[in-house]
């Protein structure tokens, strides 16, 4: 073969190896989800979700030496199922309390109740209860020493400890046979428990909580006779013996539960 055709042939196998070549790439080009394929366009993306609360985690179970104080659990319930019944009424109490303040008691123990009757459910209910009582039994010696407890009460509310001190101090002097003179000397106690003067708020509370007194506050001052002796660093002892005989003298008392699980915490910490 002469080197003209040879020539020839090579030029013709090149050209169909290159029409060859064209014809593929044609082809892959119109292919579906070939190389060459135009790119689907993209699909909207969907609307994001809407968040999801987010709920505690659930609190480990309690213990058998853990278990609370059925009182702690009725608290729980009361707040938590806590509605719009729970304050309704709060302007008609505060009336009450602005006319008891004023020294007005027939018209401040009719506001209250119509608070007590109307208003079940609200927060303030015992303390209606209590001021219904106060009024009934504490009106000896032409309401004077009620009318200071009233005032001096007020005094409290806005913020004036100090005049509140001095009046119920004059009225336990003045008239120290009046009916209220123990919630006279209560009142002196919390004030005193709320600057940190716990001797003061000691000696008020043991005051109260005397045998010979008789009053529904002595529970109650019998506890903060404890308490302020455990604040002051106080022998625990004899903050276990205020307690003691609140649950002896007072078994019933609202304040029982707490107590006891008082008396044991101190117990164990004299164990460790």
Excluded at 129 to 140: F, G, S, T, V
Excluded at 226 to 255: F, I, K, M, V
Excluded at 256 to 271: E, Y
Aim: proline share 7%; charged share 25%.
């Amino acid at each position: 073969m002469s080197r003209t055709a040879d020539t020839r042939r090579r030029s013709a196998l090149a050209l169909a190896l290159a029409l060859a070549i064209a014809a593929a790439v044609t082809a892959v080009s119109v292919t579906p989800g070939g190389a060459g394929a135009k790119a689907k366009p993209a699909e909207p993306a969907p609307p994001p979700a809407a968040p999801q609360p987010a709920y505690p985690s659930p609190l480990p179970a309690i213990g058998r030496d853990e278990t609370l104080p059925r009182e702690y659990g009725d608290l729980v319930r009361r707040f938590t199922n806590r509605g719009p019944a729970d304050t309704l009424g709060d302007g008609l109490f505060a009336l009450g309390e602005a006319a008891f303040r004023a020294g007005d008691f027939d018209r401040a123990s009719k506001l209250y109740q119509e608070f007590a009757q109307r208003h079940t459910r609200n927060l303030a209910m015992n303390d209606a209860l209590e001021r219904i009582l106060l009024i009934k039994e504490m009106r000896d010696f032409e309401d004077e020493p009620l009318r200071i407890f009233a005032r001096a009460e007020g005094l409290r509310h806005s913020g004036e400890s100090d005049s509140a001190v001095a009046l119920l101090r004059a009225g336990i002097a003045r008239y120290p046979g009046a009916r209220i003179r123990y919630h006279m000397r209560y009142a002196l106690a919390e004030i005193a428990r709320d600057r940190g003067d716990h001797t003061s708020a000691i000696e008020q509370a043991l005051a109260v909580a005397d045998t010979t007194s008789h009053s529904r506050l002595a529970p109650y001052a019998l506890k903060l006779a404890g308490d302020e002796t455990l604040a002051a660093g106080g022998p625990p002892e004899r903050a276990t013996g205020y307690y003691q005989a609140l649950l002896e003298r007072y078994p019933d008392s609202p304040l029982a539960s707490g107590v006891r699980a008082r008396i044991l915490a101190l117990r164990k910490r004299a164990q460790l």
